[in-house]
């Protein structure tokens, strides 16, 4: 592990978004999927947040474009435990998986604490509550710059203040630390984005 906590030791990661995720909260039932994310950084084939999506097809097929079977997806990163973000880990079987307080792999529970743990040296974990007591948010160092994938929003445009936040000052807590080191975030619920005067802080 590097010795900050808040940077990866590495800059060989790539990221590819598998699918944009939307939220319409209108009254129930709700149309919601979450933006699922895969990124590798040499033996590590990582997704995040394999949650609601219209079908397994959302996830797996981008992935076989990229040459990756579900079979070779060595790590699940869930944000947070909401069901529409991890609904469909079990579409890859050989996966440990990660949280905010351990790694679940097979019929092994090997409890850690996420703030620093690096999954690889491009890809590591920080501490980031407010949507949920347990949140997460992924760093990826690229060779292009910093990327984060978090809750911290839903969206681009926020919202400013997250409707569902367990811990409303504790996320904009955590929206000031991901923005002073990302170039890009992606989001819960939506496309990717570069950070301006204009984002939710």
Excluded: C
Excluded at 78 to 83: A, I, T
Excluded at 145 to 158: D, N, P, S, Y
Excluded at 172 to 192: K, M, N, Q, W, Y
């Amino acid at each position: 592990m590097g010795s900050d906590p808040t940077r990866p030791s590495t800059s060989s990661a790539a990221v590819h978004v598998l699918t944009n995720g939307y939220a319409d909260m209108a009254p129930s039932p709700w149309s919601v999927g979450s933006t699922v994310t895969y990124v590798r950084d040499g033996d590590a084939h990582v997704v995040v947040d394999p949650g609601l999506v219209p079908g397994p097809h959302t996830i797996i097929d981008p992935l076989r474009d990229l040459g990756v079977a579900p079979e070779d997806i060595t790590d699940i990163v869930f944000s947070h435990h909401h069901p529409d973000h991890t609904v469909n880990a079990a579409l890859f079987p050989a996966a440990r998986i990660h949280d905010h307080m351990a790694i679940y792999h097979k019929d092994t529970w090997l409890s850690r604490p996420a703030e620093g743990f690096e999954l690889s040296g491009s890809i590591r974990l920080i501490v980031t509550p407010g949507h949920t007591p347990q949140d997460i948010t992924t760093l990826v160092e690229t060779e292009e710059g910093m990327v984060a994938l978090t809750h911290l929003w839903w969206f681009a445009e926020g919202p400013p203040d997250d409707p569902l936040a367990t811990d409303g000052a504790a996320l904009h807590e955590g929206r000031a630390r991901v923005l002073d080191i990302a170039t890009r975030i992606i989001p819960g619920h939506g496309a990717p984005f570069v950070p301006d005067s204009r984002t939710p802080r």
